[in-house]
C-alpha cells in the first residue's frame, strides 16, 4: 500500500449510483465542498434510484448526470473520455439482501460484471488516478458475540453467507486482481449498515417510520435480536471523502460505527421518538433464509485518517424522523412503495406516480414551473471568482447564510457560457468578484495588457449584458482605484462622489476599470461595489492590504479610502436581495493613511513593529505604474446601510482587537529594523 505524498487532489470524479442513497449524499458533498470539482453522477434509475435525492446539486455548474447502465463498456468509456475523469468512486450496486435471495442473477449482473466492465475500461483508458471501489462489511460474514473479536480488513477472511454479499466479495478480488495484475491504484471500503435522508423505505429504518407513522404492522425478521452498527449518511460521507483523500492506495477501510444495537430496539426507538406506542403492531415474521447475527469491525484505520463519527444515534434518528415525515409515501418523492413496504420485498420497478424524474432537465422544469405558479421564486446566486480572495468569502457567507448558489463555470468573455451557466443555475442574482487585479499587484497589468482588457472589459461587459436579457441582477466588484487626489479633490477635502468621472488612468489596471465605470452607469441591473485597499481579519493571508504594506520596507504616508470585507462581504449579499442598483463607493466612511494604520498593528499586534516613509516620487522611481490615491464619498453608502462602521473602528473590531486576542501577527519577511 503506497501512502500518498500529500492529500490527493481530484479533477473530474464520476459517481456510479450517484442517484441512490449513500451515493447521492457524497456526491452532493464533493460538488458543494469542492467547486473546483466537477462531479458526473453515472446511473441507470433502477427502482430504488431517485433524481429527487440530487435536486440540491442538479443547478450546479460544477455538476452532471448521465442515465446509462455501468454494464455498457461503450458509454463508461465515452463519459470518462469525453469528461476527462480522473477519478471514479463506484457505489452502484443492487444491495437490499432479501431481494437477493429472490433474484440472485441480478446481483450477480450488477454487482460483480458491472464491476468488471468498470474495470476494463479503466484498465484501457489508462487516465484513472484513484478507483474507490464500494463494499460492505458483510464480506466477513457473521461476527462471533462469544469472541467479541472485530474484523480486522487486514487479518480477517471473506466468509459471505447471501449472494448480495458473495457479489460484493467477488467484486472486491477482482478489484484487488486488478490492482495486481495491472496496478490499479484502487481503494476499497467495507461499511456498516446506514441511515438517513434518502434511504429508499425497503430498508428497515425508514420502512419502520412510516409504518409506526400510519399506525401499520411493523415486521420483525425473527426474534429481532440481530445486531447492527447504524452509521448516519452524514457521517459515512465525510468518511468517504476523507478516505478519498487522504487513504493509501491498495488499501481497504472498514467504515463503522461505535454503538450495536438490536434491529428490535431500533423499531422500538423509533416508536419512543414518534410518541407511538408500536408494542401491539410489531409483527414476528419469518427470518430470511440466513441473517448474520453480527457485524463487528474494526475502524482503526479510518479514525487514523483524522475521520471522527459526529451525528449520535438520538440526533441523527430525530432528523430521519422529521425527513421522512416530510417525505413520506404520500408526498410524491418516490413513486409507488408497495413493494417496498413488506415483510420481505423482493424488489423490482414500482408504478411512476408523483415527482420522480428520469432526466435533470425534466426535474428542474418542473421546478421552474412550480416557482412561477407560486409567484417569486428563492434567490439563486450564481457567483464568479471562484478561485479569488473576494469569490471565496462570498461563497463561504452565502453557505452560512443558507441560500442556494454556485459557482460559474465560464470564461466571461464567452457569451455562449456565460449564457449556459445562467440557464443552468437558474440563478436570480450573481454576484461577480471576477476580473484581472495583478499579482503580486497591478503593475502585472502594464506587462499584459489584452488580458487585462479580455478580463476587466469584455468579460464584464459581456457578463453584465447577458444578465440584463436574462432579468438577472448582478453585484459587480469594482474598484474605487479609478481617483486621484486633485485640485478640486484634495486631502482632507472635498471627497469623490459615485457620480463623478473617473480622473486616475496611471495604471492600465485602473485605466480598464474606468472604462467599465462609463460603461455600466447604463445598465439598470448592475449595482457597482467600488473596493478600495481589501483588508480583512486573516493577517496570514498575504493579500490582505495590511499585511501587504507591513512587508513593504518603505511606504507613503497619504490617507485613503478602504474596505473591511468582513463588513462588506455580507453588505453586498444584503444588497444584491435588496436589488440596489447603480455605483457605490464600497468603503468604510472617513479616511485613513498607510502610518495609522501601521501604528494600529504595531500597537495591538506586534510591538516593536518598524516601518520608513518615503514620497510618492520616490515610490515611483521603484514601482511601473503610478498608485491612486483618494478620499471617497461616505454619503450614498451610509443612507444604504447606517449601520457601517467608521475605517478606524472597523480596523479595530474586526482586525487588530481578534488577532490582538489570538496573538497572532503578519508574517514580515523584511528585516525589521530597531527604533531609532
Known amino acids: 500500500m503506497t501512502p500518498p505524498k500529500d492529500v490527493y487532489e481530484a479533477k473530474n470524479v464520476m459517481i456510479t449510483g450517484g442517484a ?45 448526470f448521465v442515465k446509462g447502465d455501468i454494464g455498457s463498456a461503450d458509454l463508461m468509456t465515452y463519459v470518462m473520455r469525453s469528461e476527462a475523469i480522473d477519478t471514479v468512486m463506484h457505489f452502484a450496486a443492487q444491495t437490499h439482501v432479501d431481494n437477493s435471495f429472490g433474484n440472485s442473477f441480478e446481483f450477480t449482473e450488477n454487482n460483480i460484471r458491472g464491476t468488471h466492465v468498470l474495470l476494463e475500461t479503466v484498465k484501457t483508458l489508462g487516465t484513472i488516478k484513484r478507483f474507490l471501489h464500494v463494499s460492505t462489511d458483510e464480506v466477513y460474514g457473521e461476527s462471533s458475540y462469544e469472541n467479541n473479536e472485530a474484523n480486522v480488513e487486514a487479518a480477517s477472511l471473506l466468509e459471505p453467507t447471501n449472494p448480495y454479499s458473495a457479489t460484493k466479495a467477488g467484486a472486491e478480488m477482482l478489484v484487488m486482481a486488478y490492482g495486481r495484475s495491472y496496478n490499479l491504484p484502487y481503494l476499497i471500503t467495507r461499511g456498516n449498515n446506514v441511515y438517513g435522508p434518502h434511504q429508499y423505505p425497503e430498508k428497515a429504518i425508514p420502512k419502520f417510520i412510516m409504518l409506526a407513522r400510519s399506525g401499520a404492522k411493523i415486521p420483525i425478521h425473527g426474534d429481532g435480536l440481530a445486531t447492527r452498527s447504524y452509521m448516519h449518511v452524514y457521517d459515512a460521507a465525510s468518511a468517504f471523502d476523507a478516505i478519498l483523500h487522504k487513504g493509501e492506495t491498495k488499501g481497504v477501510y472498514n467504515i463503522g460505527a461505535h454503538e450495536e444495537r438490536t434491529v428490535l430496539s431500533v423499531a422500538q426507538d423509533i416508536g419512543n421518538a414518534l410518541g407511538v406506542d408500536i408494542s401491539s ?275 507613503v504616508n497619504i490617507p485613503n479610502s478602504m474596505t473591511v470585507l468582513e463588513e462588506f462581504v455580507p453588505m453586498a449579499i444584503e444588497g444584491a436581495l435588496r436589488k440596489l442598483t447603480g455605483a457605490y463607493n464600497w468603503t468604510n466612511p472617513g479616511a485613513i493613511s498607510h502610518n495609522e494604520v501601521l501604528e494600529l498593528y504595531r500597537d495591538y499586534c506586534h510591538p516593536g513593529f518598524t516601518w520608513e516613509n518615503f514620497t510618492e516620487e520616490e ?58
Open 20 to 64: 441512490g442513497f449513500i451515493a447521492s449524499h457524497v456526491a452532493i458533498l464533493l460538488a458543494k465542498k469542492y467547486p473546483q470539482y466537477k462531479i458526473v453522477v453515472v446511473d441507470k434509475l433502477d427502482y430504488c434510484a431517485n433524481l429527487n435525492n440530487l435536486r440540491s446539486v442538479a443547478g450546479l455548474m460544477n455538476f452532471k
Open 281 to 555: 403492531t410489531i409483527t414476528h415474521v419469518q427470518d430470511r433464509k440466513f441473517n448474520d447475527r453480527r457485524y463487528f469491525i474494526d475502524c482503526s484505520r479510518l479514525l487514523a485518517l483524522g475521520w471522527t463519527q459526529k451525528v449520535s444515534w438520538e440526533e441523527g434518528l430525530k432528523e430521519t424522523i422529521e425527513w421522512y415525515t416530510k417525505n413520506d409515501d404520500a408526498s410524491g418523492y418516490w413513486g409507488n412503495l408497495s413493494g417496498a413496504l413488506v415483510a420481505h420485498p423482493t424488489g423490482g420497478k414500482p408504478g411512476v406516480v408523483g415527482e420522480v424524474y428520469s432526466s435533470l432537465e425534466d426535474m428542474m422544469a418542473a421546478d421552474e414551473a412550480a416557482a412561477k405558479d407560486e409567484g417569486e421564486k428563492a434567490p439563486m446566486f450564481l457567483v464568479y471568482g471562484r478561485t479569488g480572495w473576494i469569490g471565496g468569502k462570498l461563497g463561504k457567507l452565502l453557505t452560512e447564510q443558507g441560500h442556494k448558489w454556485t459557482y460559474g463555470r465560464a470564461r466571461l468573455e464567452d457569451r455562449k457560457a456565460v449564457i449556459d451557466d445562467i440557464k443552468r443555475s437558474k440563478c436570480t442574482h450573481i454576484l461577480c468578484a471576477a476580473g484581472v487585479t495583478g499579482r503580486p499587484n497591478v503593475d502585472w497589468c502594464e506587462d499584459h495588457k489584452t488580458e487585462t482588457i479580455r478580463a476587466n472589459v469584455i468579460g464584464i461587459l459581456n457578463m453584465c449584458d447577458v444578465a440584463l436579457l436574462n432579468d438577472v441582477h448582478v453585484t459587480n466588484f469594482a474598484t474605487g482605484c479609478i481617483y486621484k487626489y486633485d485640485d478640486e479633490h484634495t486631502i482632507g477635502g472635498k471627497p469623490f462622489t459615485e457620480e463623478d468621472d473617473p480622473n486616475f488612468g496611471g495604471s492600465f489596471y485602473s485605466e480598464t476599470k474606468s472604462y467599465m465605470e462609463m460603461m455600466l452607469r447604463h445598465y439598470p441591473n448592475v449595482m457597482q461595489c467600488r473596493v478600495r485597499m481589501p483588508i480583512d481579519g486573516d493577517l496570514q493571508n498575504p493579500r490582505n492590504f495590511i499585511t501587504k504594506i507591513a512587508n513593504y520596507a518603505k511606504v
Open 619 to 676: 515610490q515611483a522611481e521603484v514601482i511601473k505604474a503610478p498608485r491612486s490615491n483618494n478620499t471617497m464619498c461616505d454619503v450614498k453608502i451610509k443612507a444604504a446601510f447606517p449601520q457601517v462602521l467608521g475605517i478606524k473602528e472597523s480596523i479595530i473590531k474586526y482586525v487588530m482587537e481578534p488577532n490582538k486576542a489570538a496573538g497572532v501577527k503578519a508574517p514580515i519577511k523584511r528585516e525589521i529594523k530597531p527604533k531609532a
